[in-house]
Structures are given as structure tokens and as C-alpha cells.
């Protein structure tokens, strides 16, 4: 809008008598006494409320059209009729005539008035039409981004709920086999003839070793070849040297049987490997 225009003093004033007219005539020509004026002042604020949404440009769309300049026609010349069939009924041709142009002379100086304050390079109501469905078109895409990062966030959330509960689980199932294997019994292999239990046996040398097996004590309690097949692969790290300790131990022994109980031995501590 622009500045205002000169032509809203008349306007306001000519409003008013319009009002006042419009009032007393509706009163007497309805004769209900001060209740009518309930009615004759709710015909003014009427057709006053459509001149001030016009002037404020309120727009109503109706099938893509402004309705409220029709509802203010439509409600004024409701407001004349009943002006002229006040001067008709009262036989004044003059308040017939003279009743309904103070309002239709009102309205045509608004109209004016509002024409004269509207600056020519305003939007239409085209125009705001197409800026509200563009705007509206903008919030609807907001909203559907909003929705979407929303539902990005559920399938986090969930993901995250599933590997956390992955993790419980498969923690607890840790625990679980670190408590089975504490509280298994422990396995005792059988102890067949040639495995006798024996106590490990501190890192020593191979010449303290063939020592102690010469010595008295070891010629009095004399040992079987399988006993000395075990303990000579624990010293030698090869099978020949092993062999040969036992057959200088035991002259009377074949040395066949010897390396089969040697292999024998050395498949026991390699845990079935042979060298």
C-alpha cells in the first residue's frame, strides 16, 4: 500500500453517517424496539468488516478466486434492499431512494479510496497465490527431510541396539567357557606299560646326565629300555645320539629294539612326529 490518500477522511465520515442511518432505519422498520438494534448494528459491522478486509487485502480463495469483495457487494445490496423497503413501507419515496444511496455512495468512495492507496507494483493476488504454493511447497520438503533424517536416526539407534546386544552376548558367552573350562575335571591320560609317571625333570646336560645313569645307584636298580628311550630323547635332540647312549648303557642290547623304543619315546614327547 501506499501513503494513505486524501479521500479516507470523506470515506470515514460518510461510513459513519451510513452507519447511523443504516441503524435507525432498520430499527424502525423491524419495530422491535432497542432488541432491533442487534440486528441493525450486526448488518453494519457486516458489510464495515468486508470494507476493512479489502483494505487490509485479506484474500479467501474460492475455486482460485478472492470472495471477499463479492461477500461485501452481496452484503451491501442486502443492506439497500432493506433501506429501500423501509422508505417504501413508511411511503416516503425519497428514504426509499435516498436510504439506499448513502451506503452504495460509501462503498463506491472506498472503493476509490482503496484503488488510490494501492501501489501499482504490489503483488497480485496471482502473484501471492504462487509465492504461498511455492512456500508451501518449501515446507513440505522440509518436513519430508525432517521425517527422513528421523527415520535415519531409528535405524541407527536400532543398529546400534542390535551389536550392543551382540556384544552382551557374546561376552557372556566368554565368560560362560572361561567358568565350564574352571570347573571341568582335569584329564588324566591312562599310564600304560611303557609310561611310567615321572616328575619333570630339570634342563641339564647330556655328560651329567650319562654320569648320574652310571653311577652305583643306577647299576643297582638297573632301568628297561623304554625307561631309558625317555629319558635320553628328553636330552638329545636327535634320535642317533640317543641310540647310542643307550646301547653303550646296555651292551647286551639289540639296537634295533633299542631305536624302536627311542622312536617309540620320541613320538610321545613330539606328540606323534617322528625325527
Not at 501513503?3 to 461510513?15: D, F, M, N
Amino acid at each position: 500500500m501506499r501513503l494513505p490518500t486524501p479521500l479516507l477522511v470523506p470515506a470515514a465520515a460518510l461510513s459513519g453517517a451510513s452507519l447511523a442511518w443504516t441503524t435507525w432505519s432498520l430499527v424502525d422498520l423491524l419495530g422491535a424496539g432497542p432488541i432491533g438494534v442487534t440486528v441493525a448494528a450486526g448488518a453494519d459491522i457486516i458489510w464495515a468488516s468486508v470494507i476493512l478486509a479489502e483494505a487490509r487485502g485479506v484474500h479467501v480463495p474460492l475455486r482460485g478466486r478472492n470472495v471477499v469483495p463479492a461477500i461485501g457487494w452481496v452484503t451491501l445490496i442486502a443492506v439497500a434492499a432493506l433501506l429501500a423497503w423501509h422508505g417504501i413501507e413508511r411511503h416516503v419515496p425519497a428514504m426509499a431512494v435516498g436510504g439506499p444511496f448513502l451506503p452504495l455512495g460509501t462503498k463506491a468512495l472506498w472503493l476509490m479510496a482503496l484503488a488510490d492507496m494501492r501501489d501499482p507494483a504490489a503483488l497480485t493476488d496471482n502473484d501471492r497465490a504462487q509465492l504461498a504454493a511455492e512456500e508451501r511447497a518449501m515446507r513440505l520438503a522440509e518436513a519430508r527431510h525432517r521425517n527422513a533424517l528421523r527415520h535415519r536416526e531409528m535405524d541407527a539407534e536400532r543398529l546400534l541396539a542390535d551389536v550392543s546386544v551382540d556384544f552382551e552376548i557374546e561376552l557372556a558367552r566368554q565368560d560362560k567357557g572361561r567358568e565350564l573350562a574352571r570347573r571341568a575335571p582335569i584329564a588324566i591320560a591312562p599310564i600304560t606299560a611303557e609310561q611310567t609317571p615321572s616328575m619333570p625333570e630339570q634342563p641339564t646336560n647330556s655328560r651329567s646326565r650319562e654320569m648320574d645313569l652310571t653311577s652305583p645307584i643306577a647299576d643297582r636298580e638297573q632301568k628297561s629300555i623304554a625307561d631309558l628311550a625317555r629319558d635320553h630323547v628328553a636330552i638329545h635332540p636327535t634320535n642317533p645320539p640317543a641310540i647310542n647312549a643307550i646301547c653303550a648303557l646296555l651292551p647286551d642290547a639289540e639296537r634295533d629294539s633299542v631305536a624302536a623304543a627311542v622312536r617309540r619315546a620320541r613320538r610321545v614327547l613330539d606328540g606323534g612326529t617322528y625325527r
